[in-house]
């Protein structure tokens, strides 16, 4: 079992940064890929960012490409994501979730366990 709570969001003005994190409980933590996803208000679910189980592979939307930097602690079972030049359309609620994969991919029934959301609103 994977328990998985996000955390850092908040508000922040466009250009500003914010960084997320992603807490496990679980032991296993390490066997796990992570992905960062984002949903806005009557939008799907999309992923923006996912690095493999050895923190070796990650993936970026190409809407954060540059912008953001995902990166992963085992020894603290806490995946990070450090989110750069925000802009209002980053605006969302971001859920980190872990895939028994232990690697990346874009489709959220493939994860197994998720966190709570945390919200990240960029407004002036």
């Known amino acids: 079992q994977v328990q998985l709570v996000a955390s850092g969001g908040g508000l922040v003005k466009p250009g500003g940064s914010l960084r997320l994190s992603c807490a496990s409980s679980?032991?296993?933590?390490?066997?796990?890929?992570i992905g960062w996803f984002r949903q806005a208000p009557g939008e799907e679910r999309k992923l923006v960012s996912c690095?493999?189980?050895?923190?070796?592979?990650?993936y970026y939307a190409d809407s954060v490409k540059g912008r953001l930097t995902i990166s992963r602690d085992n020894t603290k079972n806490t995946v990070y994501l450090q989110m750069t030049n925000l802009k209002p359309d980053d605006t969302a609620v971001y859920y980190c979730?872990?895939?028994?994969?232990?690697?990346?991919?874009?489709?959220?029934?493939?994860?197994?366990?998720w966190g709570q959301g945390t919200q990240v609103t960029v407004s002036s």
């Open positions: 979730a872990a895939s028994s994969g232990a690697g990346c991919t874009s489709s959220p029934t493939s994860y197994n366990y």
């Open positions: 679980g032991r296993t933590f390490n066997n796990y890929g």
């Open positions: 690095i493999f189980w050895n923190g070796r592979n990650t």
